[in-house]
């Protein structure tokens, strides 16, 4: 609310150099201040929110179901990957450049998986540690 304020002073400031009448400095002095006055007057009624996700009420509970999520997706790309790299194997036909290529994307696929596991582990590890250290 203090940067709205902020720019309608502005606005006020250059309006004045602009010799705008004095009717629309008071109008545009009023709704600043009223901007700034009006939320100390605001009411809001106390309500209890429910969990959108439901059982997940710590951090190490939500990025142990968030991995698990990133990590069924993960292999379900990694098994298309694998099987990619299977097929560009035997379409290079013994050709040199393509049997690079499949090649990289074997290594590739199996380097990305290698990373997958091993953030999962970490994570596991970490969500152990904070579970000991509350216990």
């Known amino acids: 609310m203090l940067c709205v304020s902020w720019v309608i002073d502005l606005l006020i400031i250059n309006l004045s150099k602009k010799m705008i009448n004095k009717n629309t400095k008071i109008f545009a002095s009023i709704l600043s201040l009223s901007l700034l006055i009006v939320p ?3 009411f809001a009624v106390s ?15 939500f990025v142990t179901s ?3 999520y990133v ?3 993960g292999g379900v790309f990694a098994i298309f990957m694998f099987i990619w790299s299977g097929f560009l194997f035997v379409k290079a036909q ?7 290529d ?4 074997f290594i590739n696929t199996c380097i990305g998986v290698a990373i997958l596991l091993g953030a ?6 970490i969500v152990g540690t904070l579970n000991s250290l509350k216990n």
């Not at 013994?94 to 690079?100: D, M, R």
């Not at 499949?102 to 994307?105: D, G, I, L």
């Not at 999962?120 to 590890?125: F, T």
């Open 120 to 125: 999962q582990l970490i994570a596991s590890i």
């Open 47 to 61: 309500t209890t929110i429910n969990n959108p996700l439901g059982g997940l009420n710590d951090i190490p509970t």
């Open 40 to 42: 100390f007057f605001v």
């Open 94 to 100: 013994g050709n040199p450049k393509a049997l690079e």
């Open 71 to 73: 990590v069924k997706i």
């Open 66 to 68: 968030i991995l698990g």
């Open 102 to 105: 499949a090649k990289n994307v």
